[in-house]
């Protein structure tokens, strides 16, 4: 199965890359470079150490922002689906997050906190926080019952429950929670370099743009791409070595 999955994944990215070198060279447009350019631009940004020191730059808001809605966002999200009172208090709020184009928030953010690293910080958090939250709700909110009563039938205290019963119930919904707020996380670093200052891999891929280099704009996008893909597919690891004997499918396999 696992030699199977492999093989998918390889054809997948097959099929994808050559459609892309295709529609380079039909082209499908001028500002749209094959797939063998773009790779080439990639090497030479890995060749002179670009890609590197933008990536020192990027890794900085998105590494803070991802930890503190990991913590913040289970924490929150536990308290949510534990308490009617927090649910109906909260929920709301990170519903309204969610659907609400959180962009538009940049400038307020922008005027608060200025241009520099809390910024960005903050717009990690607010892309990637409320999936976390709702998910890991949810999933606590939705904890058979059987399983509640089975632990109060053995004289279980209320941590006893959320410990031993509640969080491990919840954990697959929780990770998936936090595998789609990381991704939401990626993309709230690079929009914030591109919309308030731009530095490492939004700067490479604003300046890239407005010099018309387009394939090194596509290596730049590519690369934080693939980082992303490779976190995620690290945080599965994680998950099946923590909860073995729980046999979930992924997207990915």
Do not use: H
């Amino acid at each position: 199965m696992r030699g199977r999955s492999l093989y998918l994944k390889l054809l997948s990215a097959v099929i994808v890359f050559g459609a892309w070198e295709t529609a380079g060279r039909i082209p499908v447009s001028y500002a749209f470079p094959t797939f063998f350019e773009s790779m080439s631009a990639l090497a030479t940004l890995f060749l002179d150490g670009t890609i590197f020191t933008a990536y020192a730059e990027t890794l900085k808001p998105l590494v803070v922002g991802v930890a503190i809605s990991a913590v913040l966002g289970i924490g929150l999200g536990l308290w949510i689906g534990l308490s009617e009172k927090f649910d109906w208090l909260f929920s709301p709020i990170f519903v309204v997050m969610q659907s609400a184009p959180l962009a538009a928030l940049i400038p307020l953010l922008v005027m608060a906190y200025g241009i520099g690293l809390t910024s960005k910080v903050f717009v990690v958090c607010i892309m990637a926080m409320p999936v976390i939250v709702l998910n890991t709700s949810g999933a606590v909110r939705n904890t058979p019952s059987v399983l509640k009563e089975m632990g109060r039938a053995f004289l279980g205290t209320d941590r006893d429950l959320i410990l031993k019963i509640v969080i491990p119930a919840a954990s697959p919904i929780i990770f998936a929670g936090l595998r789609l707020g990381i991704s939401a996380g990626f993309i709230g670093a690079i929009l914030a370099e591109l919309k308030i200052t731009p530095t490492g891999v939004g700067d490479i891929i604003t300046y890239s743009r407005s010099i018309a280099d387009y394939p090194r704009m596509y290596a730049a996008i590519f690369s934080i791409i693939v980082l992303a893909v490779l976190f995620l597919n690290l945080l599965e690891k994680v998950e099946q070595v923590l909860f073995k004997g729980n046999q979930r499918g992924y997207a990915s396999d």
